[in-house]
């Protein structure tokens, strides 16, 4: 059974760079077919896909975030980061790690679902000076 755990600053301040890790643990992140994914939720919004790397270190962003994000890996560690720059009161959210496999990542791009994937517990991210 996979399990993901998100770690990183609860609170950043504007302007800045967020960067969260997801460690996962039982199974590889180079293993086929998964698509490591991010996903939050913002205060009285529902879920928002932000984007994956792949199994194969493709990745894909929301066109949203795009120009700021980057998601990348490290393999050695089994884990895989997301960078977002210039952060604004409007990334506060709780940040989710997710395992998605090739079946539902479509579906999971457009309309994000727990009852779809292996989710890590969240970690909240407040950006506030």
């Known amino acids: 059974q996979v399990q993901l755990q998100e770690s990183g600053p609860g609170l950043v301040k504007p302007s800045q760079t967020l960067s969260l890790t997801c460690t996962v643990s039982?199974?590889?992140?180079?293993?086929?077919?998964?698509?490591w994914t991010w996903i939050r939720q913002p205060p009285g919004k529902g879920l928002e896909w932000i984007g994956y790397i792949d199994s194969g270190g493709r990745t894909d962003y929301t066109p949203a975030l795009k120009s700021r994000l980057s998601i990348s890996r490290d393999t050695a560690k089994n884990q895989f980061t997301l960078q977002l720059t210039s952060v604004t009161p409007e990334d506060t959210a709780v940040y989710y790690c997710?395992?998605?496999?090739?079946?539902?990542?479509?579906?999971?791009?457009?309309?994000?679902?727990?009852?779809?994937?292996?989710w890590g517990q969240g970690i909240q991210v407040t950006v506030s000076s």
């Open positions: 997710v395992q998605v496999d090739w079946a539902h990542i479509l579906y999971v791009k457009s309309t994000p679902d727990r009852d779809f994937g292996s």
């Open positions: 039982s199974v590889s992140i180079t293993t086929n077919p998964y698509y």
